[in-house]
């Protein structure tokens, strides 16, 4: 079975301070990756995701993570936060045939 | 193309009454999921269709809970006799049916069910 760790449950950040918020998953077979995003009263928006191909993948608004398969990790990082970055970030995996496995969500806090 | 909707969005109920949310996907997504969110945690995965068919079920879907989609459109999810452990943001989502090896599910905004 996969599970996933998110080890931050809440992260404060300055605004123009650069973050990152940590990722590991565990699983006995090859996993798709990814980091979704909830705004406060509303639904969950895929941030960006790691099906193949390069490991370093990027969001429209400048978040990156980096799929490492050794540390069996993926976590998320922007060199310089806005206040408008604020929400809850939940990383979560997929196997080929299952269904996703989120992780128990970071909420990121970005203070003026 | 208006996304992905859920009605109600918050409902409060007292303990041992039925309750049934709606969900309404993307038009013209055939696949749609129901997941569970307690508060400090992720979504966890309930149940899913494709068209009208109820393909999966997890083991967290306890017999009072039940879920429908009959015309392959929207879906309902009814919770009978709730208990206070029901609380939580029921969240719905839909997408194509996966070509290859994955389609992005789309999420709706939820809904909030207190139990009292």
């Known amino acids: 079975a996969q599970s996933v760790t998110q080890l931050d449950s809440q992260v404060p950040v300055f605004e123009e301070a650069p973050v990152e918020l940590r990722c590991n998953y565990s699983s006995s077979v090859s996993v798709y990756l990814f980091w979704y995003v909830q705004y406060p009263n509303q639904g969950l928006q895929l941030l960006l995701k790691y099906l193949s191909g390069s490991t370093l993948v990027e969001s429209i608004n400048g978040f990156k993570a980096e799929f490492n398969k050794s540390q069996t990790s993926f976590h998320l990082r922007k060199p310089s936060v806005h206040i408008s970055d604020t929400a809850e970030y939940f990383c979560a995996v997929l196997t080929y045939g299952q269904n996703f496995v989120f992780g128990p969500g970071t909420r990121l806090s970005v203070l003026p | ?116």
């Not at chain 2, 909707?5 to 041992?16: A, C, E, F, V, Y």
């Not at chain 2, 083991?59 to 029901?86: C, M, N, V, W, Y």
């Not at chain 2, 290859?100 to 999420?107: A, L, P, R």
Request: hydrophobic fraction near 25%.
């Open chain 2, 1 to 116: 193309d208006t996304g992905v909707s859920q009605n109600p969005r918050h409902k409060i109920t007292k303990r041992g009454q039925n309750v049934t949310f709606r969900c309404d996907p993307i038009s013209e997504h055939n696949r749609l999921y129901w997941y569970r969110q307690t508060l400090g945690q992720g979504p966890e995965f309930l149940t899913y269709f494709q068209n009208e068919a109820q393909l999966e079920k997890s083991r967290l879907l306890s017999d009072r809970f039940s879920a429908e989609r009959p015309k392959g459109s929207f879906s309902t999810l009814e919770i009978q006799r709730t208990e206070q452990g029901d609380s939580a943001m029921y969240l719905c989502a839909s997408s194509l049916a996966p070509s290859g090896s994955y389609n992005e599910q789309f999420f709706g905004p939820g809904t909030r069910l207190t139990v009292l």
